[in-house]
């Protein structure tokens, strides 16, 4: 058993004994990245299944995340990443259709499923045992607390159980995830615990990287608030603002004249949605971008709308659109003589590139120059759910500008992304 130790942050190390004496019906474990609960939460499922084995329980374990298509680029390569660390590779049986993990000297397995479809989820059962140990990563992503209740009940069965809750925190008091973590002290059985970077690189720096440790120490000085929440997991905001660092500010002709990175990005409009084209200078050095000019309206043809950019649009000066809208991109360069061509989307673009403003120092937009931005960018709200509380989800509607500036700077955007340590810890 000792060998878990090496591999995980002293901060959690009276969780261990807590869990496999059951001691804890419920971990809620929040933090900012890096801070090692979902590395955490990877280990302790196969290491409690062999434990169990060894005691002669016959438990088997399932690991959620909201979407289904998140599964095997997130818990599943956690799990079998902490397999690895283990050095445990030849004791399990690692499939991804089905996607599952098995222990092959008992058959002890670790689903693996998404909650869009529910019904996956109740389907479940097991020739032996019952599901012992259930892992909710991205815990702040799930509907809020009926949806929580739905799932515990339909698999805490057969006997005593564990779950296991990871996520960093939202930054509005007001996300149902705050509210309960909050709201929950009193809970009989329920460890809660928060955890950051710091923790981590104490004792094992080594484990996050020096490109991670810049990119924090960056965030620190460059935008305090963002750092407190995707750093430290603290609660930074009061509402479901997503943008907490746009400004209003008034720019003259003679400041434009001094941009010197202007970038140009295009939204094309489908069907009841409206098109949008955003000029924006964005400065590497002070972590901001600044808007100034725009074109934003409905039922636009493809000619009208060449016609409208040409006039906006800088000379020779490169414009993106959205790669799904090949078609349209064609018939605006080939037909009408528009310097566009697609932007780069790599996985989960829109979350990439909605953190990688939040993460600015400021959006400065000039509201007289482009009211749709700014209108867009002040005002775009987490999603709710059934009962009004905020959800870690970014709503798609009123979001046409913000898309338009997304593939105007994606590959600074794609660069901060994917600068990601070897070990991703999270």
């Given at each position: 058993?000792?060998?878990?130790?090496?591999?995980?942050?002293?901060?959690?190390?009276?969780?261990?004994?807590?869990?496999?004496?059951?001691?804890?019906?419920?971990?809620?474990?929040?933090?900012?990245?890096?801070?090692?609960?979902?590395?955490?939460?990877?280990?302790?499922?196969?290491?409690?299944?062999?434990m169990d084995c060894k005691r002669g329980i016959q438990s088997h374990a399932i690991a959620i995340r909201k979407v289904g298509n998140t599964l095997k680029k997130s818990v599943y390569n956690?799990?079998?990443?902490?397999?690895?660390?283990?050095?445990?590779?030849?004791?399990?049986?690692?499939?991804?259709?089905?996607?599952?993990?098995?222990?092959?000297?008992?058959?002890?397995?670790?689903?693996?499923?998404?909650?869009?479809?529910?019904?996956?989820?109740?389907?479940?059962?097991?020739?032996?045992?019952?599901?012992?140990?259930?892992?909710?990563?991205?815990?702040?992503?799930?509907?809020?607390?009926?949806?929580?209740?739905?799932?515990?009940?339909?698999?805490?069965?057969?006997?005593?159980?564990?779950?296991?809750?990871?996520?960093?925190?939202?930054?509005?008091?007001?996300?149902?995830?705050?509210?309960?973590?909050?709201?929950?002290y009193d809970k009989r059985g329920l460890l809660k615990d928060t955890s950051t970077w710091e923790h981590v690189t104490e004792y094992h720096p080594e484990w996050l990287g020096d490109d991670?440790?810049?990119?924090?120490?960056?965030?620190?000085?460059?935008?305090?608030?963002?750092?407190?929440?995707?750093?430290?997991?603290?609660?930074?905001?009061?509402?479901?603002?997503?943008?907490?660092?746009?400004?209003?500010?008034?720019?003259?002709?003679?400041?434009?004249?001094?941009?010197?990175?202007?970038?140009?990005?295009?939204?094309?409009?489908?069907?009841?949605?409206?098109?949008?084209?955003?000029?924006?200078?964005?400065?590497?050095?002070?972590?901001?971008?600044?808007?100034?000019?725009?074109?934003?309206?409905?039922?636009?043809?493809?000619?009208?709308?060449?016609?409208?950019?040409?006039?906006?649009?800088?000379?020779?000066?490169?414009?993106?659109?959205?790669?799904?809208?090949?078609?349209?991109?064609?018939?605006?360069?080939?037909?009408?003589?528009?310097?566009?061509?697609?932007?780069?989307?790599?996985?989960?673009?829109?979350?990439?590139?909605?953190?990688?403003?939040?993460?600015?120092?400021?959006?400065?937009?000039?509201?007289?120059?482009?009211?749709?931005?700014?209108?867009?960018?002040?005002?775009?709200?987490?999603?709710?759910?059934?009962?009004?509380?905020?959800?870690?989800?970014?709503?798609?509607?009123?979001?046409?500008?913000?898309?338009?500036?997304?593939?105007?700077?994606?590959?600074?955007?794609?660069?901060?992304?994917?600068?990601?340590?070897?070990?991703?810890?999270?």
């Amino acid at each position: 058993m000792l060998e878990i130790y090496d591999y995980i942050i002293p901060k959690f190390d009276d969780f261990v004994p807590a869990i496999l004496n059951m001691e804890v019906s419920e971990i809620a474990l929040r933090g900012g990245r890096g801070s090692t609960k979902s590395s955490f939460a990877g280990l302790m499922l196969p290491f409690l299944l062999v434990m169990d084995c060894k005691r002669g329980i016959q438990s088997h374990a399932i690991a959620i995340r909201k979407v289904g298509n998140t599964l095997k680029k997130s818990v599943y390569n956690q799990v079998k990443k902490g397999i690895s660390m283990l050095g445990w590779d030849n004791l399990f049986k690692c499939t991804v259709s089905p996607m599952e993990i098995i222990y092959k000297p008992s058959g002890q397995t670790i689903f693996f499923s998404g909650c869009d479809d529910p019904t996956k989820i109740k389907s479940i059962t097991v020739p032996n045992g019952y599901i012992k140990y259930r892992w909710l990563e991205e815990f702040d992503q799930f509907d809020g607390e009926p949806e929580i209740r739905n799932l515990n009940q339909s698999l805490a069965r057969g006997g005593r159980t564990l779950a296991i809750y990871t996520f960093n925190t939202p930054p509005s008091i007001n996300h149902w995830v705050n509210k309960w973590w909050l709201d929950s002290y009193d809970k009989r059985g329920l460890l809660k615990d928060t955890s950051t970077w710091e923790h981590v690189t104490e004792y094992h720096p080594e484990w996050l990287g020096d490109d991670f440790i810049y990119e924090a120490n960056y965030l620190k000085r460059k935008n305090f608030q963002a750092y407190k929440n995707e750093y430290l997991g603290e609660i930074t905001g009061i509402g479901g603002e997503i943008f907490t660092n746009v400004k209003n500010i008034t720019l003259t002709d003679d400041d434009i004249l001094t941009f010197d990175k202007i970038r140009q990005g295009l939204d094309f409009g489908l069907r009841r949605d409206p098109s949008a084209f955003e000029k924006l200078c964005y400065s590497r050095k002070h972590s901001e971008v600044w808007f100034f000019d725009e074109i934003f309206g409905y039922g636009y043809a493809n000619r009208e709308l060449a016609d409208l950019v040409r006039a906006k649009a800088i000379y020779n000066q490169i414009i993106k659109g959205d790669s799904a809208e090949l078609r349209s991109i064609n018939t605006m360069s080939t037909e009408y003589n528009i310097n566009m061509i697609p932007c780069q989307k790599g996985p989960d673009s829109v979350r990439h590139g909605i953190k990688w403003f939040q993460d600015l120092e400021s959006i400065n937009i000039d509201r007289k120059r482009c009211p749709a931005a700014y209108r867009e960018f002040s005002t775009y709200s987490y999603e709710k759910n059934k009962q009004g509380e905020w959800i870690n989800e970014y709503p798609d509607k009123d979001n046409h500008t913000i898309d338009a500036a997304r593939y105007a700077l994606d590959d600074i955007i794609l660069q901060s992304g994917w600068r990601v340590p070897k070990y991703d810890r999270n």
